[in-house]
């Protein structure tokens, strides 16, 4: 017999994961529309499966009472689901990346978990807070004041790359602050690299930066990299 009353959470699990996957697919961010989809859809399976225990087919031994605890899948879901968003996190350079999009998985698995328990209220709750959160706060955080970072590759023919306190008044003259310095020698000794993280108030002036590296004959190469996080 089918109980259509499972329909509904399933089909409002995957609306609630598709659009806040659809707010992460825009913006060009790992794990979009299908990945937040899937993750909502299967905390809600698994919820509902969980609580729906009581029609499984199991036999007890003799004696001994079967408990049913729905709240042992959410926390394994919950667990679980650090695992897939790992995965979204990754470094470069100086940068970590994929953290908002990691959270967003996090928040659309609990998100799921309620509409499969049944909390219909508190799921749309959840969903409306979480599409606000990323799409409507980026807006306002546009606005806000905050220092911008960046991460700046700088590669120096032998011999002619200058020392840190050079490299360090060469950014402060475009409004940059250096916070590290990490130094690379290429393979055959040719190119001594300055891997650099800088910040500054936004917005940054990279073009005056880029343009004032180009102008200079010891660099053999370069790369401003503002980072996004």
């Not at 825009?26 to 609580?51: D, E, K, N, Q, W």
């Not at 994929?98 to 998100?111: C, D, Q």
């Not at 008044?169 to 690379?184: A, D, F, R, T």
Request: charge should be neutral; include cysteine; charged fraction near 15%.
């Amino acid at each position: 017999m089918i109980d259509f009353s499972l329909f509904w959470p399933v089909g409002a699990a995957m609306v609630a994961g598709g659009l806040i996957g659809v707010e992460r697919t825009y913006h060009g961010h790992p794990a979009g529309f299908r990945t937040h989809i899937l993750v909502c859809m299967t905390s809600c399976l698994l919820m509902l499966a969980a609580m729906h225990q009581s029609s499984w087919s199991f036999t007890s031994l003799p004696g001994q009472n079967v408990v049913i605890d729905p709240t042992r899948m959410a926390h394994g879901l919950l667990t679980g689901i650090g695992f897939l968003c790992a995965g979204v996190i990754f470094r470069e350079g100086f940068s970590v990346k994929g953290l908002t999009t990691a959270a967003s998985l996090w928040v659309t698995s609990a998100i799921g978990v309620l509409y499969g328990v049944g909390m219909l209220q508190l799921a749309l709750i959840g969903s409306v807070a979480t599409l606000a959160v990323l799409a409507i706060l980026r807006l306002l955080d546009a606005q806000l004041p905050h220092i911008g970072v960046l991460d700046v590759h700088l590669r120096w023919i032998r011999g002619a790359a200058p020392d840190e306190a050079a490299v360090r008044v060469l950014l402060s003259e475009n409004g940059l602050k250096c916070m590290q310095i990490g130094h690379v020698l290429s393979p055959d000794g040719q190119l001594h690299e300055h891997h650099i993280k800088a910040r500054g108030q936004m917005p940054l002036d990279i073009d005056s930066l880029v343009r004032r590296f180009s102008t200079s004959a010891s660099l053999a190469g370069f790369s401003v990299i503002p980072r996004d996080n």
